[in-house]
């Protein structure tokens, strides 16, 4: 089924450590993001691409990492795990401009990470 | 920059009655509006967007909302709750420039249907 993938669904780590969240769309989707979300803090933005090639920061961007070498793929790295980045990890993607359909996020199913 | 308040963390509810979460915005520039909803241990998907025209928009599973500019709010509504509607829903605000929609999320709040 078309959609964003992302891997690993479950993620334990200890404080230093390093690890990357996979994102990965098959739908040709320009626009790339990750969010996190927090008890009582919605979602918020952490980086973002526009293409390969081209990333930004969001909100929360101190602590990660993000590349797009591919259309498909924008993986999050964390280089130096911290507790404080305990949280669920959302990407989400969307086509460029077009019509509505630019407007639309899809988002994957998460990646909940524990940092000890 | 664009903020979004949504103004109820928890909204409890019966089943069959009548609910509405309420959500605020602010902005400087004119903006697209969505209400998401996430199910326990989903991702999140679209309900219902706000883009031009009509104010009040109507979406997925019964749910509407309006787009007040004067009041800068979206309010979502639905006339009778399901048991099924149990689930956290967001609110959010974007500005949409260069042809990207880059989204800011409102708290949430969370809405629980009691039969």
């Known amino acids: 089924n078309a959609g964003v993938t992302q891997t690993p669904k479950f993620q334990v780590l200890k404080t230093g450590q390093s690890m990357t969240l996979q994102c990965a769309q098959d739908?040709?989707?320009?626009?790339m993001s990750w969010y996190r979300q927090d008890p009582g803090m919605g979602l918020r933005l952490i980086h973002y691409?526009?293409?390969?090639?081209?990333?930004d920061q969001g909100e929360v961007p101190n602590g990660y990492n993000v590349s797009r070498s591919t259309t498909e793929d924008f993986p999050l790295r964390l280089l130096s795990a911290a507790p404080s980045q305990t949280s669920v990890y959302f990407c989400a993607s969307s086509p460029r401009t077009g019509g509505e359909g630019a407007n639309v996020l899809t988002f994957g199913a998460g990646s909940r990470l524990t940092v000890l | 920059a664009q903020s979004v308040t949504q103004l109820d963390s928890q909204v409890p509810v019966f089943e069959e009655a009548p609910v509405e979460l309420r959500c605020n915005y602010s902005s400087s520039v004119s903006v697209y509006l969505f209400w998401y909803v996430q199910y326990p241990n989903q991702g999140l998907q679209l309900l219902l967007k706000?883009?031009?025209?009509?104010?009040l928009v109507k979406g997925i599973n019964g749910f509407e909302a309006e787009f007040n500019k004067s009041q800068t709010s979206f309010h979502l509504r639905k006339p009778s709750v399901h048991i099924s509607d149990t689930a956290e829903y967001f609110c959010a605000v974007s500005s949409f420039s260069g042809g990207y929609n880059k989204l800011i999320f409102g708290a949430g709040t969370r809405l629980a249907v009691h039969p």
């Open positions: 739908m040709n989707h320009e626009y």
């Open positions: 706000y883009l031009s025209g009509s104010t």
């Open positions: 691409s526009v293409g390969a090639g081209i990333t």
